[in-house]
């Protein structure tokens, strides 16, 4: 029950179909502006056209304004481009299911429509639907003409998002398809986001009103889930956040404090436990972490009865490069004990070099299967995305040009300058 591949034609930076396998641990590399979190938000896109039950293809008001504004944000060229896109999903269960459709913006009236879809299950095509232009619409539901086992036939159709609800002329001819539409809706898995920019801290929190399952886009609910976790669960939580920042925070733990009703989440020694620090009063790369942290705790004491797939943009920034790799073994660790995925953006060379590390050893239960890894690079105005394969020992079959290089050139350059003074130095001693 994952997402196990997905597809995207003219969106975005993408102008020609771009597909990107999904593993347990999927990492998307590129340069700045080169198309990597365009691709990596993706299945939140896609989540607003599948876990949904809006008519239109993608539910906008299920994602988030800062990463869609309008659909029309989506097409490759924006609005004064080709006015649709194309989208392939497909998921496991107990075998494959995989929808391949066309979404058609129609400026004039101001909304979308699924212009042809096709559902197959352990690939066999269990129907197609082409919508007919020009008819009138029965009561919003467009019109298509429906390829069903061998037959051709003509239905209005409910959809709710990209996928069909019901053929409202021919429900019967129609089960397969509605029935596969049922069990990839059932099977997409529940879409977490991270981004790169986490919540500030504040210097008291108050108590939450429910219990919740997700620290939120910039992590701004984990204070509050620790501070609930302290106040009426015995610190269960903040037990397992401590345990993994002790590699990288030695000397300190965090806890939640009640300052008479509100909390204040802080650092104390654990060499002198009367030293304490406010988290607001702690660098940034602090609370860049902590919302990583308390994630796997959840994920560990109250895991998903869906499986997850968790999308981190630069999970590295702001911490030291130390912390990359631990970062990657937290990852590799939380595949083995629980059912979340991963879908991570990065520039650290780190993290990707310590998951090449763990494949090599088959250690931390990685191996070649475990990683996929996508690197995102602009070619004559467009954005295309190349896989790189990891072999059991730990080497990649690709390695594009010039990236995470700059250490290495930077070397030789220094290298360089000091034998070019010695030279001058020894010149000097000879006059």
């Known amino acids: ?58 539910d906008i008001d299920k994602i988030s304004e800062e990463l869609l504004e309008s659909f029309a ?47 197959f299950e352990a ?43 019901r053929l409202i002329d ?22 977490r986001y991270l981004g790169p920019f986490r919540d500030r801290p504040h210097r008291r929190y108050r108590l939450p009103g429910r219990t919740r399952t997700e620290v939120g886009a910039t992590g701004e609910h984990a204070a509050g889930i620790l501070a609930g976790d302290r106040a009426w669960d015995g610190g269960r939580l903040i037990r397992l956040v401590n345990d993994a920042m002790t590699g990288h925070l030695p000397g300190w733990r965090v806890d939640a404090v009640d300052r008479h009703g509100t909390w204040a989440i802080v650092l104390t020694s654990t060499a002198d436990p009367s030293v304490r620090v406010n988290l607001a009063d702690t660098g940034t790369g602090i609370a860049q972490m902590l919302p990583i942290f308390v994630q796997r705790a959840i ?63 088959g250690s931390l239960g990685a191996e070649p299967t475990t990683v996929a890894v996508h690197f995102v690079d602009r070619a004559d105005g467009t954005s295309v995305v190349r896989p790189i394969h990891i072999d059991a020992d730990g080497n990649v079959d690709y390695w594009p040009e010039g990236v995470f290089t700059e250490d290495y050139d930077e070397t030789r350059a220094l290298v360089r300058a000091q034998r070019g003074r010695r030279v001058e130095d020894a010149g000097r001693d000879r006059s």
């Open 299 to 361: 994920d560990q004491v109250r895991p998903s009865q869906r499986p997850v797939l968790e999308i981190v943009e630069q999970p590295e920034l702001h911490l030291h490069p130390a912390a990359h790799a631990m970062l990657a073994d937290l990852y590799l660790e939380a595949v083995r004990r629980t059912s979340t995925r991963f879908l991570i953006e990065t520039h650290s060379e780190t993290f990707l070099l310590r998951l090449r590390r763990r494949i090599a050893e």
């Open 73 to 119: 944000d989506l097409i490759h060229g924006g609005p004064a481009g080709e006015s649709r896109i194309g989208v392939e999903v497909a998921v496991r269960a107990d075998g494959l299911s995989r929808l391949v459709a066309s979404i058609r913006h129609l400026p004039q009236q101001h909304r979308e429509v699924v212009e042809s879809l096709e559902l």
């Open 123 to 165: 690939g066999t095509s269990k129907g197609r639907l082409e919508r007919i232009s020009g008819i009138p619409e029965t009561d919003r539901f467009p019109i298509y003409k429906a390829h069903l086992d061998g037959r051709v036939l003509q239905s209005a159709v409910e959809f709710q998002g990209l996928l069909p609800h």
């Open 1 to 58: 029950m994952v997402l196990a591949r997905m597809a995207l034609t003219n969106y975005r930076g993408f102008a020609s179909r771009q597909a990107i396998e999904l593993r347990p641990i999927t990492v998307v590399l590129g340069r700045n502006n080169a198309g990597k979190s365009a691709l990596v938000r993706a299945p939140v896109i896609l989540a607003g056209g599948i876990d949904t039950d809006s008519q239109e293809p993608v």
């Open 170 to 191: 021919e429900p019967v001819a129609g089960e397969a398809l509605v029935g596969v539409s049922r069990r990839i809706r059932n099977n997409y898995p529940v879409i």
